[in-house]
């Protein structure tokens, strides 16, 4: 770890180095560990030490970011030197507005030292024992074990100074047996929460010793646990729930603001303070986080912004900038769906007929203005009749538009779950999403894994 | 540098692992992005740092740092040969590591001009006289050119005494014209989607793709596409364009011969592949027209190197002969499970990743036809072209693609534009229904640069040569509007 002052130190000495109207420096580190098993053995075990220093320069209106892992004096001068270069070759971005100024950020507690203890010989036991679980059951295990210390320093010409420690741990297990496989994961800051025997049960709960049916593609009632929800809330978050999206004229939000889209039981919203997810007080430009409610009992609200869609409209940013230069726009990474009052068990039994799905694989976008995406379904996916669980199935393809089946939800449940993708490609940086489990009345499936 | 990692490997020899190596990596990388005549982003990244894999008591470990110093690289080594000890308390069956004789050499993509002596104005230059034209589109409300620029260069040092430095160019750009009216959005492309095409090779391949040739017409077919005809739903036959067959080879031969993948090792993030090494020899991939390599050595291809990141060198390698499948990709520890030796497919993104099996340039061998003859002999069908969107199962078996634009097929002769084309089908079904290939002069290389695997996750560059293909009985038009 790169520690606060020294972070600051470095970060500052390059902004008073620097000769443009206004100069940008973002330092983040990383501290990890990935254990990766499959078969029930641990084939792949591996630690990184990396930092990243982004620096973004403006003249005028012109505007080039760098970055490097190389710290040492002569490389920040070198990399200062080709910033200011680059700026002086390029035609200014009119709509450029100006770097975000300081706003106070509230103080959250975001790293547990006891990550620590996660060293690869407890790590290894704490598979170990996950694996025991899941082999005494006959059955095999694969899955992945990760944990971080991330540090993330802000500083900017403006006066803008942000830091922020995090501790990361994300496991996710996939069971199975000849015939079928089930999920689980956790995400958390904290490896206080870390249970191996939870983790283990709610994924070998999936597993099924009966052959799984086949069924014929259509439209049918589906509960989807969260970890399914999440993965369409996070393309809604991809698609049009920022600024950018809507301001180039393709988000589904479009001329659409106070406008009933989705059903009234439907809440969805970012929030980096709620602590019942992965908190993040500010942004990567160092601006606080703030709640940005995207659907409001069904009705389209408002977007995030970053500093520079804010500034095309006039407006503050809402704290959602991501690492320079941001051409995907603010996409919120802190997304939460409000929880309902059903119980699972109760979106179980109103079913007549209809699929339970765990969780989607490999989604991706068909008509992005409709949210229309296709994915398939994946590690316990259930035949659900009169009320009950009866088989399992073979995996489905989907093929429906998000805003579709978030206007024919019947039922959300009273629990939430974080959910997370883990690490990303590149820079580590942990997120998740929210969710509770979901009925939709009227999901479209358009085909069946089998040969 | 030597120093450093002799005395790396000095360190592994008195330790007495079974085998270790290090990488030692430095990468710039340089995107230009312009969006409706405004940079949006110049960005220059550079990257510098190193990892050490040690086979010890029969486990892997590995681990890697930014810090490059004697004191580091010993901590770090220290760190790998912990994990590996503190691994082989779960690990599996053992690992036949196998032996490879020791290679001295150096390898540097053959290139004509350095995209990274260009100057900035000379490709902002470029990248604008193309973007402008598109822009005179009404109808386009977001024009759009990228260009990127990727140099790696690593050494890669074994106990066994190999000792290799390479230097790796890739380069690559593209344009894209958005064109949005009425709730519709509709886009077009060239060379390809998702940023263009790369290839292994320098600026002389940027000058050639010709951007502002193109410009007029991608811009025109955006705004053709907003009051096309859907793509209508129902099984006919379809003519796949080069660039996405590249894509639908990537997807369905490429990462399913991943023979990490079928061993398992990948289950926990893309999944396996319902592909057994029982197949080789016998199992019908394709119809007998289909003939796949796997080819790191071919000149300008993505996936192009001098040798993989175990030491094995580059190789052309037949996957699929008239149709049967006959080999998978493999590395050092895999290999003996198909009684051979690895094809040399092991590649790591960066110095902070381990190398994982990644294809490397996966090429359909061209065929016979002529596209217009392709077209002429088919009565009914669709043409389709430059991807928008792909989903493929965790088995590699049920897929769906989405394609930017269609064209008719009736009677022979090229119709009407078709908007939001969707297929979809079943892996060895579709290869299957392949019945014609066009020939050499369609042929040509496709460069994917993101190509993701493993966790924590890695990009890799690979590339495919294809030529158009058509295949039968598939079902078009998936999507429904809600």
Redesign the interface.
Known sequence: MIQRDCGFHLLKELIQNSSADQTEAVLLSES????????????????????TLTLRVVKGK?????????LDKA?LKE?LK?AIF?TE???P???FVSLPTPKPIPSINTFYKEVRFL???R???L??DL?NIVREKGYRA???F?NGEVELAVVNSLGIEAYQSFSDLFI???V?NEKSSGYSSLVSRSPDRLDVESIAQEAMEKVSEKEPLQIEPGEYEVVLEPYAVSDLLSFLGDLGFHALAVQ???SFF?NRFGEKMVDKKVTIYDDGLDPEGLQIPFDFEGTPKKRVVFFERGIAKEVTHDSFTAGREGKESTGHGLIA?N?SGPIPINLFMEAGESSLKEMIQSVKKGIYITRF??????????A?I???T?DGTFLIEEGELKAPLK?L?F?E?I??ALSRVSAISKERKVCSE?????R?FVTGTVAPAIKVDGF?F?????? | MKNLIQNTLDLAKLKKVDYADIRVVRRQNEEIKLKNGKLEAFTHDEDFGFGIRVLAQGAWGFACSFRVNKREVEAVFRRALGIAKASSKARGGEIIFQKGAPKIDQYKTPILIDPFQVSPDEKMSLLLHAEEIIRRNQKVKISEAFMGSYKTVKIFASTEGSYIEQEIVACGAGISATAIEGGEVQVRSYPNSFRGNFATKGYEWIKGLGLSDHAERIASEAEQLLFAKPCPSKVTTIILDSSQLALQIHESIGHPIELDRILGTETSYAGTSFITPKMLGSFQYGSEIVNVTADATVLGGLGTFGYDDEGVPAQKVPIISNGILINLLTSRETAHHLGKESNGTMRADGWNRIPLIRMTNINLEPGEWTLEGMIADTEEGFLLSTNRSWSIDDKRINFQFGTEIGWEIKGGTLGEVVKNPTYTGITPMFWNSCDAIANQDHWMMWGTPNCGKGEPGQIAHVGHGVAPARFRNVQIGVAKNP
């Open positions: 990890s560990s990935l254990t990766r098993f499959a078969k029930s053995s641990i084939h792949q075990h591996v630690a990184e030490k990396n930092v012109r505007i080039s970011v760098l970055s490097t892992n190389r490389s990399i080709k680059l070759v390029q035609q971005n009119e709509d060293t690869p010989t790590k290894v036991k598979v170990k694996l694969s899955g992945a990760s996710h297990l996939i199975e180039e004229g393709r479009c230069p051409t694989h490999y989604t991706n976008v068909v008509e992005p203005m409709a229309v296709t994915g398939m994946r995996n393809r093929t538009s805003l579709r883990g690490t990303i490609y590149s580590r479209r358009s085909g069946v894994s089998s040969l």
